[in-house]
């Protein structure tokens, strides 16, 4: 039973070109949660997804930010035209129910240059 | 708003306890958790604790809830170098959605042979 995958494990991009994060929850577990951790900094809450619905975005920042979670395949993280100050670890978490813990991926390091 | 408070540091011997705090502010938390990161990984998740408890005991790991005072600790016995990570404490309150964990800033653990 693999855990929540993320990829890629580093991505790097140039200022303006756009970033795609993939996250595949755990097997059977349909609620998919999205978190930013800054430098020396704890995680920070972003979007909360489950197949085909937001359920709860207001951790996203308003502009270039967007999240999907498709009745097929990971959700996706995009973040369009990057700039140095997205430069961050972004980590994906699940959760059958939503209730207990949450399972978290490895995360993706992006690094805008 | 809501916050969550952890000292930065911790250093301990090898063999000995260690105790790492936590306070956060939300009244409404409902479950309260901990998670250990190693450099460059995930989160694991390593235990949590429904409000309406105050202890909660798992092999090693102690943790206690004192719900007035909103104050969370983890006690770790016989401390070991592959304990050495650092800890997150985060809780769900009741105003966000259910993934909209709030983390502290990590307390990060050195245990010393």
């Known amino acids: 039973n693999a855990g929540v995958m993320q990829n890629p494990r580093h991505l790097v991009r140039r200022r303006g070109q756009e970033a795609r994060l993939r996250c595949s929850p755990m097997k059977g577990h349909s609620h998919v949660y999205w978190y930013r951790q800054l430098p020396e900094e704890g995680l920070k809450f972003m979007v909360y997804l489950q197949k085909e619905n937001i359920i709860d975005e207001s951790g996203m920042p308003k502009e270039r930010f967007s999240a999907e979670f498709p009745k097929e395949g990971p959700s996706i993280l995009r973040i369009q035209q990057v700039v140095r100050g997205d430069s961050a670890a972004y980590f994906c978490?699940?959760?059958?129910?939503?209730?207990?813990?949450?399972?978290f991926g490895s995360g993706t390091r992006l690094t805008v240059v | 708003g809501e916050d969550v408070e952890q000292s930065l540091f911790l250093s301990v011997r090898e063999g000995d306890s260690s105790v790492i705090n936590c306070t956060y502010t939300?009244?409404?938390?409902?479950?309260l958790y901990w998670y250990k990161q190693e450099p460059g990984a995930g989160l694991q998740l390593l235990t949590y604790i429904f409000s309406n408890m105050d202890m909660k005991q798992d092999q090693r790991l102690t943790v206690l809830l004192n719900k007035k005072d909103k104050h969370l600790s983890l006690r770790i016995a016989d401390t070991q170098t592959g304990d050495s990570a650092i800890y997150f404490c985060a809780e769900r309150g009741l105003g966000g959605s259910q993934g909209n964990l709030i983390f502290g800033k990590g307390t990060k653990l050195s245990v010393k042979p």
């Open positions: 978490a699940s959760s059958p129910d939503g209730v207990g813990g949450y399972t």
């Open positions: 939300d009244s409404s938390s409902t479950y």
